[in-house]
């Protein structure tokens, strides 16, 4: 952990040296360069049971000419905590928690992008690299956007893909997977002969359209799909199968469907946006889920704005999902994963934005501007059906703070 | 043939819903002075920045429902 928080020093310092690097080479030509830098803490804990996340972001992006958009960022998943490598492992109805097995871990994400504007068309494309001791990933994205009627209308087309890559355990070949064995650690990962690396091969497909309806009311519709072909389990878990415990199994393919609703309408008495928005999401593992979403974002005075929201999120589980595989097999996959049991969610929060005044020179000391952004939510879980042994997860609250800081040159 | 037909209805079904958002897209008649409100921060859509994508990136890592909408970014999630 101690070597983690070294690298991720050194990995913020290294973004923020490109952040000024990248300022300094656009500026000269540049209409407008925006530089912003976000950390996030999340924690839940309870009951022998946590899981913390730092994640730190460098964004940097200028405009060359009105033409041509550059963009650069990196971001980190600091993220250690505690959980039960075998799930439903007999032995009464604590030891799986109070054994639960001490993890940390460190991603790196850097991306990089570029994009041309029209007057009423634009173009991006995106590449990120991401890695952690036993993750590697490659991901490019393309996207255009046009605007329509009086630019009333926003019309998004994108298309992703993705090329992971995964540690695992090396088993043997032909081994049936209920005698795999878990990872029992990342050490060695694609390097050592007894490690294997598992590809996972991804593809997004994205369409969006926002309507402006009304001066007071405007729409967004998102619909995605995605393909994920390769390994989409957890190395490091294994699961109960009654008489002894395999490495989980998920089905190697899974498509994903879903659409997004939002809408926003002004209330000019109030000088506040109402918010609302929808999902609906389905996938080939039967997973079902429902996302609702009320916010309200109040102007407060000049610069100040502050955003309340609740969130409200319910999935059913996926079909080869069991509590108890050794009672209750669900034919040839398994899995430890309390997130593909039947569950929901609360998420309370809030979000606080300040655009420093400006000066009578137009700047705010340095800057053409510059803000400040805070946000903190609580969150909810409620594992209906999931169980470590006979406990129910203790770890079921958690809390998200975020801080960060946005200049314009 | 009947998955053939299947396809055919998917595809008409598609163009119909296409040409529905054209029509309904050009109903929509504000004029550019009209547009004060709609240009608050809070009437954007994706204007909650990098906090709130990092805020998205959490929350829905705890959930089975995660990812759909890209591909950036690695990780299973594990532990």
Known sequence: MQLSQERWRRGWLRGIVATFALVGLASPVSAQVTASTTATYYRENGGGLNHQAITPSVRVGGVIRDVVSIRLGWDADVVSGASVAVVDAPGGDVDAITSATKWSDFRNNVSGGIGIRGEFTSLDVTYTWGRESDYRSHAFTITGRAELFDRNTTLELGYGRGFDQVCSLSQPRAQEPVDRQRLPSSDGCFDADDRESLDLSLQTFRAGW????????????????????????????????????????????????????????????????????????????????????????????????VRLRGRYYNQSGTHFFSDDYGRAPRG??????????????????????????????GKVGLFDGFAIVAVFDFLKFDFREFRYGRREVPNDTGMLATLGLEAEF | ??????????????????????????CSTVRPEEKEFLAQPSMTFGSGGEEAAQEEHVISNREGSYGGGGVSGGGCGCN
Do not use: C, K
């Not at chain 1, 001066?215 to 619909?223: D, G, K, N, V």
């Not at chain 1, 996959?333 to 020179?361: C, H, I, N």
């Not at chain 2, 998955?3 to 998917?10: K, T």
């Open chain 1, 332 to 361: 040839q996959y398994f899995t430890g994963d309390r997130e593909l049991s039947p569950m929901s969610s609360w998420v309370m929060g809030g979000r606080v934005r300040y655009d420093l005044p400006a000066g009578d020179d």
């Open chain 2, 1 to 26: 043939m009947g998955s053939r037909s299947s396809s055919e209805r998917s595809a008409t079904s598609l163009l119909f819903a296409l040409l529905l958002v054209v029509a309904a897209s050009a």
């Open chain 1, 210 to 305: 926002t309507q402006a309806w009304a001066p007071i009311f405007a729409t967004q519709l998102t619909l995605s799909a995605q393909v994920l072909n390769g390994f989409q389990g957890n190395p490091y878990r294994a699961v109960w199968l009654g008489r002894a415990a395999a490495q989980e199994n998920h089905p190697e393919n899974r498509v994903r469907y879903s659409a997004n609703l939002g809408a926003r309408l002004w209330i000019q008495p109030l000088r506040g946006a109402l918010q609302l928005s929808g999902r609906v999401y389905r996938d080939t593992w039967d997973l079902l889920s429902v996302t609702a979403e009320v916010a309200w974002e109040q102007n407060l005075w000049d610069g100040m704005r």
